[in-house]
């Protein structure tokens, strides 16, 4: 009897543990898209348009996930990297 009751402890227990990882897998969040990315860094660069938009690649950057934009705009070049996650501008030159 003591034998049954310690085999469905660790059933129930390993129940609970697969359903918590498999809940923790499942969590997505949302990304922004590499075209707003794009629209956040022109917003930064008055004047330029998309054609001025000569790379914009997505990468992942100290364990983050980011946009890299760069605009060349009248004679100037204009590097972004961008949070996939929020949309923040981690590093501009």
Do not use: H, P
Request: aromatic share 4%; with cysteine.
């Amino acid at each position: 009897m003591k034998k049954v009751l310690k085999v469905t402890a660790v059933l129930a227990m390993a129940a609970v543990v697969i359903m918590g990882l498999a809940a923790c897998g499942t969590e997505k969040t949302e990304e922004i898209t590499k075209d707003q990315a794009v629209q956040i860094a022109l917003n930064q660069v008055q004047g330029a348009g998309t054609s001025d938009v000569i790379r914009s690649d997505k990468t992942v950057s100290d364990g983050n996930v980011v946009y890299d934009i760069t605009i060349i705009y009248d004679g100037s070049e204009y590097d972004f990297e961008i949070s996939a996650s929020d949309g923040s501008i981690l590093e501009q030159d």
